[in-house]
């Protein structure tokens, strides 16, 4: 962490105006929550499965065949879609005809296609000092020795929560999948989550400068989160909301 520490003090007494009044260093405690949870793929309906839906709502078609000869396309394309349609619960064969499902009437009506997929589980890092879950590289994580302090204001109610809100799950998730999210008109979102362990909770060290721009007069909080690999603007208002109007007393 020195030769980390180091580089980041070059950089931020670059403007020769900003002066480095404190250095520190110290741990905030992230805890490690395995999630597992039902995704989808959502796409906006193609043209031939409409056409199949919306006939198979107005007549009977007790067969692809005959969904292929009213609508002249390949037997083929319309059985494996006649397939994926029954699979997905969009149609159902009823007294020996398809009928559209609930959950087939309402995708047609939105003209949105709802494929589930495979139950997937997926590591998230919650930080008590954040009160959220982190968007972590996890080529960022990494095993300290000799770690330093505690932070100093972390929240003790928080660093023992074992349980999390849905949709603030659902909400970190689709930020951990973000990139691969969507492709070409689709996307995969979460739809519910199955089940979450809070797992074990590891500290992680962050780099706190205290800084006085002598030209401006002002002083100001830098804050390198080593989990993130990035300065960390929460921390830095924390820190100047809690403790501002004593900098000037004790550095200058």
Not at 36 to 55: A, C, H, K, N, W
Not at 79 to 106: A, N
Request: aromatic share 8%; hydrophobic share 40%.
């Amino acid at each position: 962490m020195s030769k980390l520490q180091q580089r980041l003090m070059r950089e931020l007494q670059q403007n020769r105006n900003i002066k480095i009044v404190k250095t520190d260093e110290w741990c905030i405690p992230i805890r490690t929550v395995e999630v597992t949870y039902e995704p989808v793929r959502r796409s906006t309906m193609d043209v031939l499965m409409t056409m199949l839906l919306i006939s198979i709502q107005e007549a009977d078609f007790a067969s692809a065949q005959d969904l292929s000869e009213l609508l002249l396309v390949d037997p083929l394309f319309i059985e494996d879609l006649v397939s994926l349609m029954s699979r997905v619960s969009l149609i159902e064969q009823e007294e020996g005809f398809y009928r559209l499902t609930t959950k087939g009437q309402q995708q047609l009506e939105r003209g949105i296609f709802e494929e589930e997929l495979d139950v997937e589980m997926a590591n998230l890092y919650y930080s008590p000092c954040h009160l959220a879950f982190l968007a972590v590289d996890e080529g960022n994580i990494e095993e300290y020795d000799d770690l330093p302090e505690l932070y100093r204001y972390v929240d003790e109610e928080a660093e023992k929560q074992e349980q999390f809100d849905e949709a603030m799950l659902i909400e970190a998730l689709q930020q951990e999948d973000n990139e691969e999210a969507s492709v070409g008109a689709s996307q995969k979102i979460v739809s519910k989550i199955v089940q979450t362990d809070a797992k074990q909770i590891n500290d992680s060290p962050c780099l706190e400068f205290v800084l006085h721009d002598k030209e401006q007069d002002i002083m100001f909080v830098r804050v390198w989160n080593a989990l993130l690999n990035q300065w960390d603007p929460h921390l830095e208002q924390q820190l100047t909301e809690k403790e501002q109007l004593e900098w000037r007393k004790k550095y200058l």
